[in-house]
């Protein structure tokens, strides 16, 4: 399956932005979907999965309350709204994909990734 993530770009603190991850080549009804984010000179890190039917998600402690992951598989798309942006989220996000049904926190359980789209949180 290939994956291309789009909607970054430059915000100031507290403001609002809206991530898709277009997904191509597969069944995405299948896949387990996630984000996960890579600041300068750090490790990528989890940030949201969503299950199948997108009934189940989980977060991250970190954007927990802010951000809200989702999917729409009749247009073979997850997002990520992030609300209340602060400068430490700051990064690269990349969507993921992997088969199956169960979430996995850990970047080495996905076996298909997007491009990567900036994130920039200005003070």
């Known amino acids: 399956v290939q994956l291309q993530a789009s909607g970054g770009g430059l915000v100031q603190a507290g403001g609002s932005l809206r991530l898709s991850c277009a997904a191509s080549?597969?069944?995405?009804?299948?896949?387990?979907m996630a984000w996960f984010r890579q600041a300068p000179g750090k490790e990528r890190m989890f940030v949201a999965a969503i299950r199948l039917s997108g009934g189940s998600s989980v977060y991250a402690d970190s954007v927990k309350g802010r951000f809200t992951i989702s999917r729409d598989n009749a247009k073979n798309t997850v997002y990520l709204q992030m609300n209340s942006l602060k400068p430490e989220d700051t990064a690269v996000y990349y969507c993921?994909?992997?088969?199956?049904?169960?979430?996995?926190?850990?970047?080495?359980?996905?076996?298909?990734w997007g491009q990567g789209t900036r994130v920039t949180v200005s003070s």
């Open positions: 993921a994909a992997r088969g199956g049904q169960v979430v996995h926190r850990s970047r080495w359980s996905y076996d298909y």
């Open positions: 080549g597969g069944t995405f009804s299948s896949y387990v």
